[in-house]
């Protein structure tokens, strides 16, 4: 199957503090990954669009400075939350579309998660 | 009118109920229907991938998309305490499309 490993889980920072969530494709190349933010009962809101190897396509609304996202490589991306501030205390989610080599889509896989609280 | 709608719920049944999961779109563009299952504080978790109209089963799993109305639904059979967690569908218009979700149903399977 397809894994997406996401680290950290949980975090808790200082307000003004930077953090750096990683999104990981374990078992397959991802040239595309995918950052959401989801408030408690609401749906997955798509915050940006990761390209390795340029620069990530943000959704309307999004401040791209505040959010960096570097996708260096085939399987690694990150999300940096910087100078955070309590409202950006949300739970963000990474996807990757993931095919294996033979072709078989295993479809939009989620990474575990990361709840971040800023204090 | 949002391009998905799905009720959040919360769906409360007893331990062996058939439960019956159902999202609503506009754009007649989506071909790819997706059903993710995601516990508290967890990552969604793809439970089924259909395309185009007609029924899918997985084990206690069926998936079941009607275009023409633009209705998918998600039956789950002798569900599981295990089973509660919320229900997410997503739909896409193609492979190179981003889907577009739904906001999740919380189920609550009782003992």
């Known amino acids: 199957g397809a894994v997406v490993s996401q680290h950290p889980s949980r975090v808790i920072c200082k307000s003004g503090t930077s953090v750096k969530i990683e999104c990981r494709s374990l078992?397959?190349?991802?040239?595309?990954m995918f950052w959401y933010r989801q408030f408690p009962k609401q749906s997955l809101m798509l915050m940006a669009t990761s390209n390795e190897g340029s620069k990530a396509t943000y959704e309307q609304g999004v401040e791209k400075d505040k959010f960096l996202i570097n996708h260096a490589s085939l399987t690694l991306s990150t999300l940096t939350v910087t100078s955070a501030h309590p409202e950006d205390s949300s739970f963000y989610i990474c996807?990757?579309?993931?095919?294996?080599?033979?072709?078989?889509?295993?479809?939009?896989?989620f990474g575990s998660g990361t709840r971040l609280t800023v204090v | 009118q949002k391009e998905v709608e799905q009720d959040p719920g919360p769906l409360s049944v007893p331990e062996g109920a058939i439960v019956s999961l159902n999202c609503t779109y506009s754009?007649?563009?989506?071909?790819?229907f997706m059903w993710y299952r995601q516990y508290s504080r967890k990552g969604p978790e793809l439970l089924m991938y259909t395309y185009s109209s007609g029924n899918k089963e997985d084990g206690r799993f069926t998936a079941q998309v009607d275009k023409s109305s633009k209705y998918i639904s998600l039956f789950i059979r002798d569900s599981q305490p295990s089973d509660s967690a919320t229900y997410l569908c997503?739909?896409?218009?193609?492979?190179?499309?981003?889907?577009?979700f739904g906001r999740g149903t919380s189920l609550i399977v009782h003992p």
């Open positions: 754009n007649s563009a989506f071909q790819y």
């Open positions: 997503a739909m896409t218009a193609g492979g190179s499309y981003i889907p577009t």
């Open positions: 078992d397959f190349q991802a040239t595309t």
């Open positions: 996807s990757a579309r993931a095919q294996s080599s033979g072709g078989f889509d295993y479809g939009y896989t």
